[in-house]
């Protein structure tokens, strides 16, 4: 059984524009979304018994002239709520993961999903449990002022900048095997052809030998200075974390303001 709810659409917006040469009045119909997404959620992750507003993003960006609606595929695990700015309260009902989903009512091509996974408490973060190394350095060393220390400092006002030619990889290791699953990265201040752009986080107990745990291909910062976050499935303990990235937006330089590596309770 799947929880619904509706949203209805405001009045249609007229703007009355009044005409110098006449007594006349001019009527503008209100731009209509084309689409809707959801990208702001990797994932959508709940703490047991609490909840959490989701907004949706329309395209282009203005107020939904649309009607829509909201689901969760299996209420057992959240329940949903409409709220009057639009956003939508999901609430932890249970354990488990499900599936959100907004769907324009007419036309079902207009529709975007987030996985919704219930944890027992807020994410961990494990960072500074770690030592950083890397294979490509700042110019002033590791302490510098851009060094590779940065990238794991918790301060957004510094970042982590060195030349960029693949293999390029950043290590988190540990003093003890940890179940990471969870990271989130700000991108730099300036230069987007220094971000990230395709990467994989891979898990090692020994430093030699590497497992996938999440990849990412073609991703794009909308903004500087932007915290986005990243889940992946993982129930193994690693002593060491890597990221390995392949690719940065096309510049000779890399950069990023900081790295975080999350321990998620179940």
């Known amino acids: 059984m799947k929880t619904i709810l509706k949203y209805i659409k405001p009045a249609l917006l007229f703007l009355l524009v009044a005409v110098s040469s006449c007594e006349g009045r001019r009527e503008f119909d209100a731009i209509v979304e084309n689409g809707v997404n959801l990208d702001n959620y990797d994932i959508i992750l709940l703490e047991s018994g609490n909840s959490l507003d989701v907004t949706a993003t329309f395209e282009p960006n203005v107020v ?14 959240a329940d949903l709520q409409m709220n009057e700015d639009k956003s939508v309260t999901l609430t932890a009902t249970g354990s ?5 989903r907004i769907t324009a009512a007419d036309d079902n091509s207009l529709t975007a999903t987030a996985p919704v996974k219930v944890i027992a408490g807020p994410p961990v973060d494990i960072t500074d449990q770690s030592t950083i190394s890397v294979n490509r350095e700042y110019s002033g060393g590791a302490e510098g002022r851009e060094g590779s220390t940065k990238l794991i400092d918790g301060d957004l006002t510094t970042k982590y900048l060195s030349g960029f030619v693949t293999p390029f ?18 991108s730099g201040n300036d230069a987007p052809g220094r971000d990230p752009q395709d990467w994989e986080i891979q898990g090692s107990q020994d430093g030699e030998t590497w497992t996938t745990l999440d990849s990412r291909e073609d ?5 500087r200075t932007q915290t986005r976050e990243f889940y992946f499935d993982n129930n193994t303990a690693y002593k060491y974390y890597r990221l390995d990235i392949t690719s940065n937006g096309g510049s000779s330089l890399f950069q ?6 999350f321990l998620l309770p179940f």
């Open 169 to 186: 990889w950043i290590n988190l290791e540990f003093e003890e095997p940890i179940v990471a699953g969870y990271y989130s990265f700000t």
């Open 256 to 261: 990023m303001t900081e790295w975080r590596l």
């Open 64 to 77: 939904p002239q649309r009607d829509y609606i909201w689901e969760v595929e299996d209420p057992s695990v």
């Open 219 to 223: 991703y794009r910062f909308s903004d």
């Open 96 to 100: 488990g993961e499900t599936l959100l």
